[in-house]
């Protein structure tokens, strides 16, 4: 791993937001999902959540570009993902149209924050609508009546960057992200193939240098060398 990109690495983990998340209900086309997970790491996000129709368990069919980069985690249920967004302390918004939904701008976003996105065909599903803490609309003034999930998800997340970078929440000198979730990043990005075998191998990652490589004992390379 050159220096260039090591650093390029650590800059990027210093800026991830653990309190801003989405969760995908339902979604079911691979290009918007991508899309949307292409957006949550432009806009800083370490992790987005999913609860995945019955026909789609796995992201197989999304590109691994963005993915590489932002965590997603499985729910079985929004009940499920819900309740452990609350647990963390979010306050947990859906993407609805009622009497008592509010523009997505007036909203605080450097709170921490969910945003849940229903599925293309049929939108938030009646039980996040009543679990969620509060609806929001992107307001249309045009013949149509709603965005495309993914452009949806971009235009209320670039509404929270634009908050968080106001209040200085990108400006980190160190991460949020546990040691262990930056080392194991730095290490599976910088040196993807060596940590395809040690993951195979069960062996540990080793320490990285101030440059990113390896700091690892004999032992330890002669185990990755074994057939």
């Known amino acids: 791993?050159?220096?260039?990109?090591?650093?390029?690495?650590?800059?990027?983990?210093?800026?991830?937001?653990?309190?801003?998340?989405?969760c995908l209900e339902e979604v079911h086309k691979p290009n918007n999902v991508s899309a949307v997970?292409?957006?949550?790491?432009?806009?800083?996000?370490?992790k987005v959540?999913?609860?995945?129709?019955?026909?789609m368990r796995t992201l197989g069919h999304t590109s691994a570009g963005?993915?590489?980069?932002?965590?997603?985690?499985?729910?079985?249920?929004?009940?499920?993902?819900?309740?452990?967004?609350?647990?963390?302390?979010?306050?947990?918004?859906?993407?609805?149209?009622?009497?008592?939904?509010?523009?997505?701008?007036?909203?605080?976003?450097?709170?921490?924050?969910?945003?849940?996105?229903?599925?293309?065909?049929?939108g938030a599903s009646?039980?996040?609508?009543?679990?969620?803490?509060?609806?929001i609309i992107i307001p249309m003034i045009g013949m149509v009546q709603s965005l495309?999930?993914?452009v949806a998800s971009a235009v209320?997340?670039?509404?929270?960057q634009r908050q968080r970078d106001a209040a200085g929440m990108y400006d980190k000198q160190h991460s949020a992200l546990p040691e262990e979730t930056i080392h194991r990043t730095l290490f599976e990005r910088g040196h993807p193939v060596l940590a395809?075998?040690?993951?195979?191998?069960?062996?540990?990652?080793?320490?990285?240098d101030d440059e990113g490589q390896i700091v690892a004992d004999e032992a330890w390379w002669k185990e990755m060398q074994k057939k």
Do not use: C
């Open 196 to 208: 395809k075998v040690a993951k195979r191998k069960g062996l540990p990652y080793p320490p990285l």
């Open 156 to 160: 209320i997340l670039y509404e929270a």
């Open 126 to 135: 009646e039980q996040a609508k009543q679990l969620a803490d509060q609806d």
């Open 148 to 150: 495309n999930v993914s």
């Open 66 to 122: 963005a993915r590489n980069w932002v965590e997603v985690e499985t729910h079985d249920s929004i009940a499920e993902a819900i309740q452990e967004l609350k647990n963390q302390g979010m306050q947990v918004l859906v993407t609805n149209l009622s009497d008592t939904a509010v523009d997505f701008r007036e909203i605080d976003y450097t709170k921490p924050t969910a945003i849940i996105l229903g599925s293309e065909k049929i």
């Open 1 to 22: 791993m050159n220096l260039e990109r090591y650093q390029r690495i650590q800059q990027v983990l210093k800026t991830r937001q653990t309190d801003l998340t989405l």
């Open 49 to 55: 959540h999913a609860v995945w129709p019955n026909e």
């Open 37 to 46: 997970i292409r957006t949550a790491d432009a806009t800083g996000l370490h």
